[in-house]
């Protein structure tokens, strides 16, 4: 009973990074369509400010809202010097501009920080708390009350706010929105700024708990987006559920069944929903008219 | 006359006028100083640079200069094999030191049977050395001596049940073999063989399993990089009581780091260059350990690694070979080599034999507790 409760606890604990890095992608997507795949990358960003500051002898109050705000500025930049000179562009080609520009930043990151793996101290300590036989660390609370939060700020400002709304305006059609007076430049400034933010926020969380160097960000990415893909692409819910999801069942997997075929569920559990649900477990259907 | 042909004219003339009269012998090096294996590579090129400015500024080798030519092969085998044979057949070099990873030690290896020059890898993996090259030479002990020396320990402090938690990158794939191979021999019993993924930042399920086999007394993890670090603090989080050890993959401050105060109470097998100061006064390896540290810190103002450690011992067993040898003939310096006995370097004391490439016994291992988050030797 309490394997099974350690297993719940680290699956929710993964998951919550998951989705946290999920819910990043779900906003840039909802902007504007484009899958954007330097979102690791903030999350690096986020992580590695934030180490080199507290390294520094930063407050970690002070250090983790400065990360966070590095990693929107990065975004911002990112949309300004990438995306938008090629707004006209098909969306494949903002997508393959998107791989580019995390491969800079990247070689940029060897640069301006170091190739060492980095971490720093829990916010609130590194002493285990015990749950009825299972033990969880301080920060895996703060990681999975960060995940929550930022899906409840989502929900909130997509669907109840002027500057929300227009952002999927934009999404829907971008011509249309413009017309109807919605101004889609700063819908999608403000997109990538946030989206940004919250990929760098889940940086600044997760490294007391999975550390960070320059390299990590593809495959956190990866399964980031594995779990916006599972959870259907564009719905903040379904990012929170799909990282959640595939958190548990790498857990599980590696405590009943063989920790060699982890990923290996996590991935045919996606491909299942895929073939089954392509628009993902909360994803709405999408009809295109000709 | 515009200002490059100017220089391109200075530098000409310098070429031409500042050459000395002396011959010079060339060492050939392929590391890989950029890329994945970077953390490899770079200190390997760096220790060179520094050993050969340190030499020529001493005389070089029996009064001739020595001159380093050093490619970046990436820890690409296609690069390193263009390299080796540029080393060889354009840079007429009398030996080469190199391959940062065993993929590129293996794509140069056959190459210097054909030329007859003689090569001192860098990398970890049995492969190299069994069977027996007649020109292939390495200097790091193998991943198999660190699994024995480790079941040593373990079974010297009267357990034999061990749990394996190996990560599935190369060096953490190959180490779990080795270690699965020498478990009979080395009288242990391994019943818990669990895995995880490079960047996984959980392995609480796995060790919840190791932990609750049957009659589990000891866990081991080979792996590479950020892993062992999250096991040692999984391994600390959930409170496990049974005693952990860690591979010579993460020996270095840098695990300490990172792993915290979960760290403490760890062992693993390393080099002497962990513990300069601690070890012996009559200790053969004290002094060029000593002497390394000194060096490599007051060139680069840091702490040398490990694997900076493996090209230190590399230079000087060749260096030591070509002064034995007398000529700068590449089978001669062969032959010398393969007769080199008893050399005291970082890593261990070398003593070649034709059977024997590697040269090292289960001695050039300490193991090693970390204690107040500092290293410090288990008394054998």
């Known amino acids: ?290 | 006359m515009t200002r490059q042909a100017v220089a391109a004219g200075v530098s000409a003339l310098a070429l031409l006028t500042g050459a000395p009269a002396l011959a010079e012998i060339k060492i050939g090096a392929s590391l890989a100083v950029t890329g994945p294996a970077a953390f490899l590579g770079d200190p390997e090129a760096k220790t060179l640079e520094m050993l050969v400015e340190e030499l020529n500024a001493n005389g070089g080798i029996n009064g001739e200069e020595v001159e380093l030519v050093l490619y970046d092969d990436g820890a690409d085998p296609n690069k390193a094999r263009t390299f080796a044979t540029r080393l060889i057949e354009e840079d007429e070099v009398v030996a080469v030191i190199g391959g940062s990873s065993t993929g590129t030690t293996m794509a140069m290896a056959p190459l210097f049977a054909d030329y007859e020059i003689p090569f001192i890898s860098l990398a970890g993996a049995v492969v190299i050395i069994d069977p027996v090259q007649e020109f292939v030479f390495k200097t790091p002990h193998t991943d198999r001596m660190a699994c024995e020396k480790i079941f040593a320990d373990i079974t010297s402090r009267g357990m034999t049940k061990v749990g394996l938690i190996s990560g599935t990158g190369g060096f953490g794939a190959s180490m779990r073999e080795q270690c699965l191979d020498v478990a009979e021999s080395s009288g242990v019993e391994i019943v818990a063989d669990e895995s995880y993924g490079g960047s996984d930042s959980d392995m609480t399920p796995q060790l919840t399993n190791i932990a609750s086999t049957d009659g589990i007394e000891a866990i081991v993890n080979p792996g590479f990089g950020q892993g062992p670090a999250v096991v040692t603090r999984n391994y600390a989080q959930l409170g496990l009581d049974m005693p952990l050890y860690q591979s010579h993959g993460v020996a270095s401050d840098e695990f300490i780091k990172l792993a915290g105060d979960a760290a403490n109470g760890i062992r693993l097998p390393a080099t002497p260059l962990l513990i300069p100061d601690q070890l012996a006064e009559d200790d053969v390896q004290r002094q060029p350990v000593q002497d390394y540290i000194a060096a490599y810190e007051e060139a680069y103002g840091e702490k040398p690694s490990t694997f900076g450690g493996y090209a230190y011992d590399a230079f000087h067993l060749l260096v030591d070979a070509i002064e034995r040898a007398g000529s700068t003939d590449p089978v001669e310096i062969r032959d010398a080599l393969e007769a080199t006995e008893e050399l005291a370097g970082v890593t261990g004391v070398y003593t070649f034999s034709p059977e024997d490439h590697m040269g090292l016994d289960l001695s050039a291992f300490r193991i090693l507790e970390i204690e107040d988050g500092g290293w410090k030797p288990v008394e054998e």
Request: aromatic share 8%; no cysteine.
């Open chain 1, 1 to 290: 009973m309490s394997e099974l409760l350690q297993f719940l606890v680290s699956g929710i604990t993964v998951g919550a990074i998951y989705a946290a890095i999920a819910l990043g992608f779900t906003l840039i997507y909802n902007a504007s369509g484009v899958v954007n795949f330097a979102q690791g990358e903030f999350v690096v960003i986020g992580g590695m400010t934030a180490a080199a500051l507290i390294g520094a002898g930063v407050p970690v109050w002070i250090a983790a809202p400065l990360a966070v705000i590095a990693g929107m500025l990065v975004g911002v930049l990112l949309y300004r010097l990438a995306i938008k000179p090629a707004r006209e562009a098909p969306l494949v080609s903002l997508i393959i501009i998107t791989i580019g520009a995390s491969i800079f930043l990247r070689g940029a990151m060897q640069a301006v920080f170091d190739k060492q793996i980095h971490r720093y101290d829990g916010f609130s300590g590194d002493a285990p708390l015990r749950v009825g036989g299972a033990t969880i660390l301080p920060q895996s609370l703060w990681i999975v009350g960060g995940s929550i939060a930022v899906f409840a700020f989502l929900a909130w400002f997509l669907n109840r706010t002027r500057a929300g709304r227009g952002i999927k305006a934009t999404a829907s059609n971008r011509m249309a929105a413009a017309l109807v007076g919605i101004n889609t430049g700063r819908a999608m400034n403000l997109s990538f700024a946030l989206s940004a933010a919250i990929g760098a926020l889940a940086g600044v969380l997760a490294t007391p708990v999975t550390f960070t160097s320059y390299d990590v960000g593809v495959l956190m990415a990866l399964k980031g987006f594995s779990a916006t893909m599972l959870g259907g692409v564009g719905s903040p819910l379904g990012a929170l559920a799909g990282g959640l999801l595939i958190g548990l069942i790498e857990a599980l997997t590696a405590g009943y069944i063989s920790s060699d075929y982890k990923d290996a569920s996590a991935f045919i559990v996606i491909l299942l929903v895929l073939f089954l649900r392509p628009q993902g477990l909360f994803g709405a259907r999408i009809t295109e008219r000709v």
